[in-house]
Every structure is written in structure tokens, then in C-alpha cells.
């Protein structure tokens, strides 16, 4: 009997000071863990205080500002033709020069040159880049570096000519358009004793729609009339800016070069040639693209070439743009363990942001988990989650959403899962909505040995318990321990 009383005291004596570790603040029971191999790792640094964070808070932040793009890229293009004016036959030097004037180097840098017809190339030289005819191909401009296009033109009859160099792309992208447009006029004038002629032309540039999607179609509108009191000979018109998807063109009069021989290809630069236009006479060009968002270059179109003089300034240049509803959505997916063990737990965390540039509406996240992971929580804060669907709502332009998941292995080998995101308006760039994510679990399942902390492991099967539950019962076992002590020394 003694020999059972001491048991007994060994035992109450026992449970006193394990209900009181139990009750110890942050001393929780974890996760199974490998067994050390080596000597306890003794932690160092200063012991957190404060309450425990929650994990995985979501959060609907607002992005920095972005940068405006200027101070990044700026590529700025600039003209001028020496002399100004020449007679017929005689040679005028005309100079277009491109210049980084931003603070990060510009690479693949392009101008668009659409020279008028009655403008002949004698000679062209690049200081840098190739020069085809209607595109110069700059190539990559360092931070304050220029360089220059050099082309000797020549008249061959009386007209008024204006030259335009207008910047159609540069990686990083110029967002800067009002130095992304050049022009030179040069003034062919006609013999001794004759005078010109004299037609005030007037261009005009609508489209519709004038709102739409990315992706939409819209037709453009270029109208030029001519308000005499001359007849204008060999009027030309260029849209040196062309961009999208071309479609379709037709004209009223004359014809149009330069537009791509296929419906479905890419529109660049294209020279409208009009002809003769009597005076109170028009003719219309119309082109039918898909709206792009974020066109780079200065959307202008112009008169570039006219038999007569024009007696009004200002009237020859026209701007059509349409204001394009787009909200650029990018998905990321990252997952804290790509290698975990079988029965391992797993953090996934999605983050939406929407880089506009308009709201998004409806915005929706789906990652559905197969029967490889079990599915265990979900924390956010906008938004609601429900059997693999996160349903955001509205996204502010320049504004992000992050979503965590937590999963359990349950499978061994690899684990494939794939997340998309759609909302309203369109996306300009889909290729961002869609994340694929591969996991490789480990075939051997994990001791179920809880270990604390301090990495001393129990030979017990796995229990987990939260801090608030592990101070429950380490109270309940400590009463205990000390309601059996009394009991056998009364005994």
C-alpha cells in the first residue's frame, strides 16, 4: 500500500508542474516536427511582447502614386528644315532629332517619319538606327542622349510641304505626348512673277464611339475641306500615329498608303493622298480599328502638303481619341512551402491589383483547391470567400487585395492549382489574370510527436492547442494535481 500512495504522490507531484508549464505565456504546443538531430537551438533575441498578431490579415490597400511617367522616360523629338524656303530643284537639309530627356535609359525607340510626296529624298543619315523610308528605328537612348536623322530633300514643283516626325515607341513607354510630335515646314516657292495660289484648308477628326472597351472597334472620321478662295493641288494628309488593330479604310477621294495590305494587322503610319480639291470642295478618309488603352504618341493628324499657300494657321491639325474603359487586373499567387510534407499545412497567398486605368466592378477571384489539399481557413477583409470563389466587388484604380489561404497536404507527389480574376470593365492585358502554382509533397508522412517550442519533443500522439487553450488546461491540470495531493495526505 505504501508503494501505491508514493505512485500516487509521484503522480500528483508530476501534473502540478506540467499544468504550470501549460499555463506559461507563448509556451503553445506545435505543429509536428522532424526530430533534431543535432543539440537544442537555444533562441536568441529579444522575446516579443504585445498580443499575438493575427495571422494572414487581408488588407485593401492603396498603391504608392505611380511615377509619372515623364520622369522616367521622355523622349522628346524635335525638327527644322535649313533653309526654309527653296525654289524648284534646289536642296533643303531637313533634321529630326530624338533625345531621352527622362531619368532611366529608353530602349527600342521608334519615330515615324511620313515625308509628302512632293518632298524627294536625295540622302538620309542616322547618326544611330536604321532609316526605311517612313520609320526610324533609334534603337536604345541612354539618359540625356540624342540622336539625329539627317535628310537632304529636294522640290521638284511649287508647294507648301510640311515634314512630321512623330515618336510611336520606347521601352519604358514615353506617357509624355506633347514633346512626342515634330514638324518642319519648308516652302518650294514658285518661279519669279508668279504668284501662288492661295486655299485656307480646314481639317476635322472625329470617332465613334467616342467611349468603348479595349478590344472594341471604333472608326475613325478625317475630314478636309477647302475654304478657297484657290483650288488646292496635291493635298496630303497624314495620320503619322497610327495604332491598334487596323480593319478596314476607305476614302472619298485620292488614296491611302502605308496602311497595312490585310484587314487584322497592325496600323502604323499612313499618308492619305487627296489630290486637287476645288474650293468649297471636301473629301473624307475613314478608318475602322480595334480601341487600344494606353495609345503611346501624340494622336495628331495633319495636312502635310498642299499646292497652294495656306492663308490660316492652326486649322490644319486635328486630334480624335476615344476614351477606352479598361481596368488592368494582375493576379500573383505565392505559397509559403513549395515542397511540403504529407500532412503538412500550407499558407497560399492571392493578391489582386488593379492597375486601371478605371475602377474595376465585380471583381472576382477563382482558386478552387482540389482533393490534394484540404482545405483549413480563409482570412480577409474585403470581400467573401466561399468553396474556392473570393468575391472582391469593387477595385480603385492604383488599389490591391490580398486574400490567405491555408491548406492541408493530404496527398504525396505533385500538386497542380490554377487562379484567375475577371471583372468589368475589360482587361488590356489578360495575360496577368491567370496564375498557375506547382507543389511537390514528400512521400514520407511526418512523426505525429508534438514538440514545443523550444524543439523538446514528447512521446505522445499529436495534440495542438492554441495559447488561451493550452492556459485552460494546464489550470484544469494543475487543480487537479493539487486536489490529489491534499486528498493523499489526508489519506
Known amino acids: 500500500m505504501a508503494g501505491v500512495k508514493g505512485f500516487r504522490l509521484a503522480v500528483a507531484a508530476a501534473v502540478v508542474p506540467l499544468g504550470l508549464l ?43 502614386p505611380p511615377t509619372p511617367i515623364p520622369t522616367t522616360v521622355d523622349v522628346a523629338v524635335t525638327g527644322k528644315v535649313v533653309p526654309a524656303a527653296v525654289r524648284p530643284g534646289q536642296d533643303a537639309t531637313l533634321s529630326f532629332t530624338a533625345r531621352n530627356e527622362g531619368i532611366l535609359p529608353a530602349g527600342d525607340v521608334r519615330v515615324a517619319v511620313p515625308l509628302p510626296a512632293q518632298m524627294t529624298v536625295v540622302k538620309a543619315t542616322a547618326s544611330q538606327g536604321t532609316f526605311d523610308g517612313l520609320l526610324w528605328s533609334v ?31 520606347s521601352t519604358p513607354r514615353d506617357g509624355d505626348t506633347r514633346d512626342d510630335l515634330a514638324t518642319a515646314a ?38 478636309v475641306a477647302n475654304k478657297g478662295p484657290d483650288p488646292a493641288t496635291d493635298v ?21 498608303v502605308g496602311m497595312p495590305v490585310l484587314t487584322g494587322g497592325p496600323a502604323t503610319a499612313a499618308r492619305w493622298r487627296v489630290g486637287t480639291l476645288a474650293p468649297g470642295a471636301s473629301a473624307t478618309w475613314g478608318i475602322r480599328t480595334l480601341a487600344t488603352v494606353g495609345v503611346q504618341g501624340d494622336p495628331a493628324v495633319l495636312v502635310t502638303q498642299s499646292g497652294a499657300e495656306d492663308p490660316v494657321g492652326g486649322d490644319t491639325v486635328a486630334r480624335a481619341v476615344p476614351k477606352v474603359n479598361a481596368a488592368d487586373l494582375a493576379l500573383t499567387r505565392d505559397v509559403s512551402n513549395s515542397t511540403p510534407s504529407f500532412g503538412q ?33 480563409a482570412s480577409m477583409e474585403v470581400g467573401d470567400y466561399d468553396d474556392g470563389r473570393w468575391a472582391i466587388g469593387d477595385l480603385a484604380a492604383g488599389a490591391a487585395a490580398t486574400l490567405t489561404l491555408r491548406a492541408r497536404v493530404v496527398v504525396a507527389g505533385p500538386i497542380r492549382s490554377r487562379a484567375t480574376v475577371e471583372g468589368k470593365p475589360g482587361d488590356p492585358d489578360s495575360a496577368n489574370n491567370v ?31 492554441s495559447t488561451m487553450e493550452a492556459t485552460v488546461v494546464g489550470g484544469l491540470m494543475m487543480m487537479f494535481g493539487l486536489v490529489l495531493l491534499l486528498h493523499l495526505r489526508r489519506a
Do not use: C, W
Not at 536568441?44 to 487581408?58: E, H, Q
Not at 496630303?236 to 491611302?256: I, K, N
Not at 512523426?447 to 523550444?454: K, S
Open 22 to 64: 501549460l499555463m506559461l505565456p507563448g509556451l503553445t504546443l506545435a505543429a509536428p516536427a522532424p526530430t533534431p538531430t543535432g543539440p537544442t537551438a537555444t533562441p536568441t533575441g529579444p522575446t516579443p511582447t504585445g498580443p499575438t498578431p493575427t495571422p494572414s490579415a487581408v488588407v485593401l490597400r492603396k498603391l504608392p
Open 236 to 256: 496630303e494628309v497624314a495620320d503619322p500615329v497610327l495604332t491598334g488593330t487596323f480593319l478596314a479604310s476607305s476614302v472619298s477621294a485620292g488614296q491611302v
Open 186 to 223: 519648308l516652302r518650294v516657292a514658285p518661279p519669279a512673277g508668279i504668284r501662288a495660289p492661295r486655299a485656307d484648308l480646314v481639317l476635322n477628326a472625329r470617332v465613334a464611339p467616342e467611349l468603348t472597351g479595349p478590344g472594341d472597334p471604333v472608326t475613325y472620321a478625317v475630314t
Open 345 to 377: 499545412e500550407v499558407t497560399v497567398t492571392v493578391t489582386v491589383s488593379n492597375a486601371g486605368p478605371d475602377l474595376a466592378r465585380g471583381v472576382t477571384v477563382n482558386d478552387p483547391f482540389g482533393a490534394e489539399l484540404v482545405f483549413a481557413s
Open 435 to 465: 496564375v498557375e502554382t506547382l507543389l511537390v509533397a514528400g512521400s514520407d508522412s511526418p512523426p505525429h510527436l508534438p514538440v514545443f517550442r523550444t524543439g523538446l519533443p514528447l512521446p505522445y500522439t499529436q495534440i495542438r492547442l
Open 139 to 169: 534603337g536604345a537612348l541612354p539618359v540625356h542622349k540624342a540622336a539625329t536623322l539627317t535628310l537632304v530633300v529636294r522640290g521638284s514643283t511649287p508647294a507648301f510641304v510640311t515634314a512630321t516626325a512623330a515618336l510611336v515607341g
